[in-house]
């Protein structure tokens, strides 16, 4: 019953580092989401992907790249970590991938990664 | 472009009595909306969506959410305030594009005092 894992929960960088995000997923979903959550400011969407091989821009993409090898995960990286970059992040994912409404639109989060770079 | 906004940034309630948590929403076609609830230190958890059809939707927890076109609002509510209900509640809409991607508000906290 392990839904969408994150990791690390924490995470403390120095400028300039690399670090990947991991994220996966074991309901066999289609969607995968990263956000970042800033105080304030909501969730901003950072990349997505609607499939294996599939991955796109969301709001907020600047710094981070990332890559859907498989269904199952979907790993973010921080090319060189900035103070700006300071936030919690979530993997999200969904059934839907957003092609028409079906009304699987509900996503499940992971628990969060704590990310505070110096 | 699609948005929400939940204006107010917390709300205080004494356990036992209503609570309402307030959302706008400005969209292009027609809205699907959903609200989101986040426990501290946790990732945050589907509560309810409007897609079509009843304007009152019933989610978990005991909450329900009122669809009012006129008023381009998406109110959470719920009749008798929980301790336990003191989270931070997230309204979103369903972007256009983009996957399909959820746009979320600012989030507003509920505190339920005892």
């Known amino acids: 019953n392990a839904g969408v894992t994150q990791t690390p929960k924490f995470q403390v960088l120095k400028t300039g580092q690399s670090m990947t995000l991991q994220c996966a997923q074991d309901?066999?979903?289609?969607?995968m989401s990263w956000y970042r959550q800033d105080p304030g400011m909501g969730l901003r969407l950072i990349h997505y992907?609607?499939?294996?091989?599939?991955?796109d821009q969301g709001e907020v993409p600047n710094g981070y790249n990332v890559s859907r090898s498989t269904t199952e995960d979907f790993p973010l990286r921080l090319l060189s970590a900035a103070p700006s970059q300071t936030s919690v992040y979530f993997c999200?994912?969904?059934?839907?991938?957003?092609?028409?409404?079906?009304?699987?639109?509900?996503?499940?989060f992971g628990s969060g990664t704590q990310l505070s770079v110096l | 472009a699609q948005s929400v906004a939940q204006p107010e940034d917390q709300v205080n309630v004494a356990e036992g009595n209503p609570l309402t948590v307030k959302c706008t929403y400005s969209v292009s076609g027609n809205p699907y909306l959903f609200w989101y609830v986040q426990y501290p230190n946790r990732g945050l958890q589907f509560l309810l969506k409007y897609i079509t059809g009843d304007n009152l939707v019933k989610g978990s927890y005991g909450f329900e959410a009122e669809f009012n076109k006129s008023q381009t609002s998406f109110h959470l509510k719920k009749p008798s305030a929980l301790v336990s209900d003191s989270a931070l509640y997230f309204c979103?809409?369903?972007?256009?594009?983009?996957?399909?991607?959820?746009?979320f508000g600012q989030g507003t906290e509920l505190s339920v005092k005892p």
């Open positions: 992907s609607v499939g294996a091989g599939i991955t």
């Open positions: 309901m066999n979903h289609e969607y």
């Open positions: 979103a809409v369903r972007g256009l594009g983009q996957g399909g991607k959820l746009i």
């Open positions: 999200a994912s969904s059934y839907s991938t957003g092609q028409g409404v079906t009304g699987n639109e509900k996503l499940f």
